[in-house]
């Protein structure tokens, strides 16, 4: 009968519940309970030492009115904009570039995939001697080939930061462009010879074939170079340390200040809270639009 024949069913889907369970607890265990235990920091004037006061919204209070968060933000933002500007797109121009080639693709991609490897933190310092406002910069060495003149990149208000944005364009470019060029290979060729019967140029099959093809990977890689990009504070923090003169004291640098130096945990518990409600409406949104979407399966690369 229907009934009976529904019991086996059932019992494989308990064995994938008992199969998920271990992996759930660890989540709940080690992300959402202190996550949770910590959100009530938010709402306490926290202390290492001594008595924890409970304020209420005090603490979204002061964050709403606070100027440097607020400037924080600005800069944040400003981040953003360059990071998804200068380190969103190349990536795709390469896989497509590449995709051209018909020899040495392997040499190329071993080429743009190699700063991947580094450490993060190697990959900075690589970077601040290249910014080294001394004779031993080789930026400065290059701008005394050409008889300019000398800049302190890190230290300037107007370069910093670019120069902050920079060092992880250049080493998240190898592996967007491996990920985007793997998906090319799910583009039938028919469709490129269609549009070469009709006269559709390099740019033209870009525009209409590829373009469209991949527009679920893109906005896939742009949510999460949407969040990588609003969490940076990391990266500047070794960089500029916010500075100079706040240049780049972004949110989540703000953050770890209010934190950690100024020992202000529940300022920056809310502040925390802000942002990653702010991050969590965005990929929302976009979570939305990929549901309407539909995926193909792509070929070996």
């Known amino acids: 009968s229907a009934a009976s024949s529904d019991y086996p069913l059932r019992d494989v889907y308990k064995r994938q519940y008992v199969i998920m369970l271990p992996a759930v607890l660890s989540v709940l265990l080690w992300n959402y309970v202190p996550m949770a235990m910590g959100s009530a920091i938010a709402f306490m004037d926290y202390r290492i030492v001594g008595e924890s006061t409970f304020v209420g919204l005090d603490n979204f209070a002061s964050v709403l009115f606070d100027a440097d968060w607020w400037n924080a933000l600005g800069k944040t933002a400003l981040y953003m904009l360059l990071a998804l500007g200068l380190g969103f797109w190349p990536p795709i121009l390469l896989a497509v570039l590449l995709q051209e080639v018909s020899r ?47 800049l302190r990149w890190l230290s300037e208000p107007s370069l910093a930061m670019v120069c902050c944005v920079l060092p992880s364009v250049w080493a998240h470019l190898g592996p967007g462009c491996l990920i985007y060029l793997a998906a090319l290979k799910g583009i039938p060729e028919d469709m490129y010879e269609a549009a070469e019967l009709d006269g559709a140029s390099f740019f033209q099959k870009v525009r209409h074939i590829v373009l469209p093809s991949l527009k679920a990977l893109i906005i896939i890689n742009f949510i999460g170079a949407f969040i990588a990009a609003a ?45 990653g409600v702010a991050l969590l409406g965005f990929t929302v949104l976009q979570l939305r639009r990929l549901s309407r979407m539909e995926f193909k399966t792509t070929g070996s690369v």
């Open 104 to 150: 040495g693709k392997i040499l190329y991609r071993t080429i743009f995939y190699l700063p991947a490897v580094i450490s993060g933190f190697v990959v900075i310092y690589l970077w601040k001697l290249f910014y080294a406002p001394t004779d031993f910069g080789i930026f400065n060495q290059l701008l005394a080939m050409i008889g300019a003149e000398k």
């Open 231 to 275: 969490q940076s504070g990391g990266f500047i923090l070794v960089m500029t340390f916010g500075g100079p003169n706040q240049a780049t004291q972004v949110a989540e640098l703000e953050i770890f200040q209010k934190a950690y130096l100024y020992l202000r945990f529940g300022t920056a518990v809310t502040m925390a809270w802000v942002l």
